[in-house]
């Protein structure tokens, strides 16, 4: 399976950008999928994440961005979205999109996913 990340891009601070992961097969509906990200010379680190289960769907976001960001999913459209509002400069980052098929808690840990998006670009200016 295939994520194809897009919607990066240049935006000032306090402005929204919304990325999408597309995914090119219909299992990933099956699959919880996360956003990561990683700026120059830093760390990857875990931004959001989305389980569907049983018609329910889960949710987990790291504390920096709760209440900015919201992760959802179209499963009609095998994609997920991120949708960022309130953007900082510290958001700045190349954002990547993975899928994996354990679960919500193993998509936070984000090692050894099963599928990874390719990134996409996203500069937050002062």
């Known amino acids: 399976m295939q994520l194809v990340d897009s919607g990066g891009g240049l935006v000032q601070a306090g402005g929204s950008l919304r990325l999408s992961c597309a995914a090119s097969?219909?299992?990933?509906?099956?699959?919880?999928v996360g956003w990561f990200r990683q700026a120059p010379g830093k760390e990857r680190e875990f931004v959001a994440a989305t389980d569907w289960s049983w018609g329910e769907s889960k949710t987990a976001y790291t504390d920096s961005v709760k209440g900015r960001f919201t992760i959802s999913r179209d499963n009609a459209k095998n994609t997920v979205y991120l949708q960022m509002n309130s953007l900082k400069p510290e958001d700045t980052a190349s954002y990547t999109c993975a899928a994996d098929i354990r679960g919500l808690s193993t998509i936070v840990g984000g090692t050894s996913l099963d599928y990874w998006g390719q990134g996409t670009q996203v500069t937050v200016a002062s």
């Open positions: 097969e219909s299992s990933i509906s099956n699959y919880a």
